[in-house]
């Protein structure tokens, strides 16, 4: 193979894309968290997210291979509900954000996995995340109660505890889900919606039919 013949293969290549939601309730700091990651800073004075926000960055995986991460950050009030339930769905990947100085937002969790357990295409790949970390006197969640609220919805969501004030976990954190979407989806054919794509065996074996009797 010639390296320009090699050259244009690898860049007609689809980057992969590992699309991360953040769910939570208001004020746990998904948008901190984001800002940590995408841009590793920190601020007190971001406002509510409104709606829907999306940002992007590219990473290299272990395997030296470049994809690129979106990161759809949701609102948490009540009336942008159905904006999140539809980006649950084209998400491939879930970040569940409580506050460990927030008692409310650490039992809202079981609210947001309710609602992607209403969607049967959420078979996806999950992390809890306990944020704020750094505010260690003012805690009312332990990291038991963390750690036992992940395994309660299965031993696949790994739990974290992070700050966006220190930057503590909040990479480890995301690159473990990131990773997660990369091992389950990379070989498959998704559509817009990050759903599999599975292949009708009937049109499979028609197909084979056609290219033989054209031979």
Not at 28 to 50: E, M, Q, W
Not at 108 to 119: A, F, T
Not at 180 to 193: A, H, V
Request: aromatic share 8%; with cysteine.
């Amino acid at each position: 193979m010639s390296k320009k013949y090699k050259d244009l293969k690898e860049k007609s290549k689809k980057t992969f894309e590992a699309h991360l939601v953040t769910l939570g309730d208001g004020q746990v700091g998904k948008t901190s968290i984001i800002i940590r990651y995408i841009d590793n800073s920190f601020s007190t004075n971001y406002l509510s997210t409104i709606g829907i926000d999306s940002k992007i960055k590219k990473v290299v995986l272990s395997n030296g291979e470049e994809i690129k991460v979106k990161i759809s950050d949701t609102a948490g009030q009540e009336r942008f509900k159905s904006i999140a339930s539809n980006y649950m769905k084209k998400a491939n990947g879930v970040l569940l954000v409580y506050d460990i100085t927030s008692r409310a937002s650490f039992q809202g969790i079981d609210k947001w996995i309710s609602e992607l357990s209403g969607d049967s295409t959420t078979l996806k790949p999950m992390i809890l995340i306990g944020n704020k970390a750094d505010m260690e006197t003012k805690r009312v969640i332990s990291v038991q109660e963390g750690e036992d609220l992940a395994k309660k919805y299965g031993e696949g969501i790994h739990f974290y505890e992070t700050s966006c004030k220190t930057g503590d976990n909040v990479d480890k954190a995301i690159s473990d889900l990131v990773n997660q979407i990369y091992n389950k989806f990379s070989g498959k054919t998704l559509n817009e919606n990050n759903i599999e794509i599975k292949k009708d065996k009937n049109n499979e074996k028609d197909n084979q039919k056609k290219k033989c009797w054209e031979c």
